[in-house]
């Protein structure tokens, strides 16, 4: 059970455009530069972020990204969610209504199998947890000085 | 990201293993029929519960399975990390140090990248929900009808 890489792919764009809001839109091409990315590939994996208005795609020969609301209302779930889909890792096939229990009245089942009533619980915990933190606490989070080598960096490559 | 259904069919195995405890060793056979699933495939998805020592092998003609340990000392978070492994969701693979990061002395990092933290601390709170549940707790939050269902039809189908 591991996530792709579009997550850290993701999470770090939105973390460098919300450094280099001044510059936006970044091209593709510079954005992928900031951490070595394959400039087509980072593209496909961002597609999620704009469909879900975490980022703005500006189109055109002078277009790329930026982010597609404030940074502080953009949590690490919902960069999560766009990319690895809403649904938890758990899923229930409700095996409980089978074998033993294909003999049962629909009423004597609870509605939710108490197994999957955990697994959902912890789901949640996690939820929680990753709706609780925003880019903008990841800013304030993440040192001035790599802030600033983002900006120098990006100034340089982008010429 | 989703889950096998390794762990599914584990939870529910460690469920029912502790319902017809007296009638334990539980052949792989019977245990499929409880939840009409593959016995060879089962068996297999069992495996690494028998390696974690939550579950014991029984060798023989007369074999089975029962729960290798009280099911007070069974976690949810044991079966999925039995299962799934012990590693988190999100693989960090430090695209900060890349690109714009390339330049910087290792000693300009913190120990683990901003978005590692986060996402750590996610799983974290992912793990500590499933390992304060334990089989025991999943005995006493199902109903008795269901065990009881559950000792009728193994019963009737071991003759």
Not at 10 to 37: F, K, N, Q, S
Not at 40 to 62: D, F, H
Request: proline share 4%; net charge neutral.
């Amino acid at each position: 059970m591991l996530m792709g890489e579009g997550v850290e792919w993701g999470l770090h764009c939105c973390l460098v455009l919300a450094w280099l809001d001044e510059h936006a839109p970044i091209a593709t091409a510079r954005l992928a530069e900031m951490y070595e990315l394959p400039p087509e590939y980072l593209k496909k994996r961002l597609q999620p972020l704009v469909r879900e208005g975490i980022l703005e795609s500006v189109p055109g020969a002078r277009g790329g990204y930026r982010l597609g609301r404030a940074p502080e209302r953009i949590t690490f779930m919902d960069v999560v969610a766009a990319i690895e889909g809403r649904t938890g890792a758990f899923r229930c096939t409700e095996i409980r209504k089978r074998g033993a229990g294909a003999a049962a009245a629909e009423t004597e089942f609870g509605k939710v199998c108490g197994i999957a009533k955990v697994m959902g619980r912890a789901d949640l915990a996690w939820r929680r947890e990753l709706a609780g933190e925003t880019i903008a606490d990841l800013v304030a989070d993440t040192s001035d000085k790599a802030a600033q080598r983002a900006r120098d960096f990006f100034e340089r490559v982008n010429g």
